[in-house]
């Protein structure tokens, strides 16, 4: 069975930091292009960050940009999301998908895998 699950959400405060994990199971990543997307309820999905499969060329929001690092861990078949002066605009349900292909220029809709999200809350 193939699986992602999202780890490293929490409360932290405004300017604070915390670093997400995507974790695969009953697949490899080395091979995948995983990307990082939040869900703001009444709002449209966003992508926040990618990671390519072969050269390790990231992809980030303009929202995000700056503040957010994406890195892999092939060894450990992870993913992470380092997250830097987050503000509460930053509070949101965090998911990490992964697909196929090598790249991450390409559509939201090829990304085959979805974990269960991880929850982020920036507050005083």
């Known amino acids: 069975q193939q699986q992602l699950v999202e780890s490293g959400g929490g409360l932290v405060q405004p300017g604070g930091s915390l670093r997400l994990s995507c974790a695969a199971s009953g697949f490899t990543l080395d091979t995948y292009s995983v990307g990082w997307f939040r869900q703001v309820p009444g709002k449209e999905r966003e992508r926040v960050s990618c990671?390519?499969?072969?050269?390790?060329?990231?992809q980030y929001a303009d929202s995000v940009k700056g503040r957010f690092t994406i890195s892999r861990d092939n060894a450990k078949n992870t993913v992470y999301l380092h997250m830097n002066s987050l503000t509460p605009e930053d509070t949101v349900n965090y998911y990490c998908?992964?697909?196929?292909?090598?790249?991450?220029?390409?559509?939201?809709?090829?990304?085959?895998?979805w974990g269960q999200g991880t929850q982020v809350t920036v507050s005083s």
């Open positions: 990671i390519d499969s072969t050269e390790g060329r990231t």
């Open positions: 998908a992964a697909r196929v292909l090598y790249y991450c220029s390409g559509p939201d809709y090829t990304f085959a895998y």
